[in-house]
């Protein structure tokens, strides 16, 4: 219609106002460690870093100040293997301590969440990664415990220029572990042998797998003399 005669062509100003509501995006990270493969019985563990680009979102809800935590699940296998379960830190290290003589695997879900909520349709948890945690099996040494000590009357004595004929008091004897020690001539030696035959009380014993001086020499003398066998030990395979 135009101004014309002082006329107007422009409404009042009308005032609104534009509010854009914040929704919480999905916090992200990459789960670098991948796998972990360690030795039975090793106690502690810790690996910096297995988590990495860890974000809780856009730029605007990092200088927000958003907390962040990981959640580690168990999916698969044995939670006898750990003394402390597996964890990590918000800064991605990831943390557990393995039973002592426990070996095998578990397999391990990990999610990133964040305190921003879900109003609005917000997401505060990332998409799941796994990772697995092998232990493995390491062959401990073989523990006895001395049930059985004692001396052998004199009279069990090799025969002259035979090291494996042996007569030992009535007993079951085979496959028993027995140490020897020389006496008189040079009772610092000692053998260990297992006994192969056992008729009565005679019994053969096999060539020495072990020996030892106590005066520190390593020297095996033949001279011949009284053994005394002082120790019966099970068989220990």
């Known amino acids: 219609g135009g101004t014309l005669f002082e006329n107007s062509d422009m409404s009042d100003a009308v005032v609104f106002t534009i509010d854009v509501q914040f929704v919480?995006?999905?916090?992200?990270f990459l789960l670098t460690g991948g796998n972990v493969t360690i030795w039975e019985s090793s106690g502690s563990y810790?690996?910096?870093?297995?988590?990495?680009?860890?974000?809780?979102?856009?730029?605007?809800?990092?200088?927000?100040?958003?907390?962040r935590?990981?959640?580690?699940?168990?999916?698969?296998g044995e939670a006898v293997l750990f003394r402390t379960p597996p964890s990590i830190s918000a800064e991605g290290t990831l943390a557990f301590s393995l039973n002592d003589y426990e070996n095998g695997d578990a397999t391990f879900e990990v999610t990133l969440s964040d305190d921003g909520g879900t109003e609005r349709g917000g997401v505060n948890a990332s998409s799941v990664h796994t990772f697995q945690i092998v232990s493995q099996a390491v062959n401990q040494r073989p523990t006895f415990n001395l049930t059985q000590s004692s001396e052998?009357?004199?009279?069990?004595?090799?025969a002259a220029g035979n090291r494996s004929a042996l007569s030992l008091p009535p007993g079951d004897w085979?496959?028993?572990?027995?140490?020897?020690?020389?006496?008189?001539?040079?009772?610092h030696?000692?053998?260990?042998?297992?006994?192969?035959?056992?008729?009565?009380?005679?019994?053969?014993v096999e060539s020495p797998f072990a020996s030892f001086s106590l005066t520190g020499s390593a020297v095996h003398t033949d001279a011949m003399g009284v053994y005394y066998p002082y120790a019966s030990l099970a068989n220990g395979g």
């Not at 870093?49 to 927000?64: M, N, R, T, Y």
């Not at 052998?152 to 090799?158: C, P, R």
Request: glycine share 8%.
């Open 46 to 67: 810790s690996q910096n870093l297995f988590a990495s680009d860890i974000s809780v979102g856009p730029w605007q809800e990092v200088e927000g100040g958003q907390m």
């Open 152 to 158: 052998v009357a004199a009279g069990a004595v090799l």
């Open 189 to 204: 030696i000692v053998e260990t042998r297992r006994v192969v035959t056992n008729a009565g009380g005679d019994v053969t």
């Open 24 to 28: 919480n995006r999905a916090p992200t």
């Open 69 to 76: 935590a990981f959640s580690v699940v168990r999916v698969s």
């Open 174 to 187: 085979l496959d028993k572990l027995i140490s020897i020690q020389h006496l008189p001539a040079a009772p």
